[in-house]
């Protein structure tokens, strides 16, 4: 048998001890990457749940939004389903089973990067084909991508003005503790200028990470043609302040205290998202709330169906339906971004 891995946090203690502070994106990177690794985080036994984990709607719903654009931009048999992050592939199944009905049966790839998702993903869509990114999808053929709560786990950089100027946020040892501590060095050249004077004690959020994958993503669009839905938690306006937080069995926890253990988020920025979507040659289709967006696709009367087709599931079906597109539930708080090519045509909903 392998011998257990050594905590991260003894890791990253002997690390700064020898080297300084890390930085806040370095340490959310290799918390993440090993958390993802070894285990799968999802359900109600894992420590936080997804949408399409809630219930079948919400994949029927995003395989119904790409039926309807593929059918409308001409039917190209070559067409691709690229999903980031899939999960249980639980979404990827529903939308694939509505796609079909719809005379939709694209290729399936999935962009994963934990082994331990990996297998679970293939029972789920045994004929996926898996990528370490994107660079590895087919270049030809349109391509329909899905990220749902995928962006909101990549690693954020945090810059926060002190008396003395702008300095990274890092990560150094307080007797044997992890704490966040703003760095040493002048950062005020990363600074963009409208916001260098913004007040002591602002800080700034940023996801290069995010920004990075979604660039992509457009310029596969512009030249391949194809759309993007990207679901997550975030805003659709510019704001300043942290947004990082740690989940471990549905509760809130200290995102310092247990690296590795941990699920670290950080709400997406959409406003950047799509900025960069478009700078690369991708039409922005519009970013709504989640509410709004699958209340415009049909749930409602998808619920009322499946509702009266097993009437003892009425009351899960009409709670599960509730907290996806409720205000006070995953309504508001969660957005859906739309991504399309130049010549693709409007996406329902936006
Ligand atoms: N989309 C799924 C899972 C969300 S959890 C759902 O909605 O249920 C985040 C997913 O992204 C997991 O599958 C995780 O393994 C994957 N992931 C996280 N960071 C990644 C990275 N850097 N590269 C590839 N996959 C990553």
Redesign the pocket.
Known sequence: MEAPAEPLAAVFRRLIASCGPITLQHFM?EA??RY??GKD??GSAGD??????ISQMFGEMIGLWLADLWIRAGRDEAVHYV??????G??ARDALRVMKRHGLEPRVHF????I??KAI?LDAVPQAQWH??LSSVPMRGPLLV?????L???PVRQLVRTAQGWRERMVDLREDRLVPVAGDRPMDAAVPPEMKDLPEGTLIETCP?AAAVTYEIAGRLAAQGGAALV?DYGHAEPRTGSTLQALRAHTMVDPFAMPGEA?LTCHVDFHAMARAAQARGARHLGTVTQGDFLRALGIETRAAQLAAASPQHAGAVRLACERLVAGDQMGELFKVMGLAAPDWPDGAGF
């Open positions: 990177g993440n990457a993802y690794a985080p999802l936080f749940i997804t949408a399409p984990e999903e980031l992050g899939p999960g249980r639980t979404l962009v994963e990067s934990s331990a998702l993903q370490h990114d899905v990220a749902n709560e995928f909101d786990a990549l990470g679901i699920d």
